[in-house]
């Protein structure tokens, strides 16, 4: 069974920093991508960042490029995202998202982590 655990959330103030961590645990074949979604509400979850577990490709939403990275530890199958100048508008629940295979002749799926809150006050 495959788990996400997400850590790093918390309340931040405007132009603060968090960092956020995802940890995959189970049996993976191979991870093909890894990434950041994150739900306000009222609104559909968003993509924030994704990254290729291959070759490290990167997209970021056009809300956070030049304040947000996302990096990843493939030997740790950890998704990291430093999160800097946050503004109020960033709170959300952030979810980790991970597309991978469990067996090789299985199809790649999305699997979810939990989510984790991330609150910026102004």
């Known amino acids: 069974q495959v788990q996400l655990v997400e850590s790093g959330g918390g309340l931040v103030q405007a132009g603060g920093s968090l960092r956020l961590s995802c940890v995959v645990s189970?049996?993976?074949?191979?991870?093909?991508?890894m990434g950041w979604y994150r739900q306000s509400p009222g609104k559909q979850r968003e993509q924030v960042a994704v990254?290729?577990?291959?070759?490290?490709?990167?997209n970021y939403t056009d809300s956070v490029k030049g304040r947000f990275t996302i990096s990843r530890d493939n030997a740790k199958n950890t998704v990291y995202l430093q999160m800097n100048s946050l503004k109020p508008e960033d709170t959300a629940v952030y979810y980790c998202?991970?597309?991978?295979?469990?067996?090789?002749?299985?199809?790649?799926?999305?699997?979810w982590g939990q989510g984790t809150q991330v609150t910026v006050s102004s």
């Open positions: 189970g049996s993976i074949f191979r991870i093909n991508a």
């Open positions: 998202n991970a597309v991978l295979k469990v067996r090789i002749f299985v199809t790649a799926r999305d699997y």
């Open positions: 990254m290729t577990f291959g070759g490290g490709s990167t």
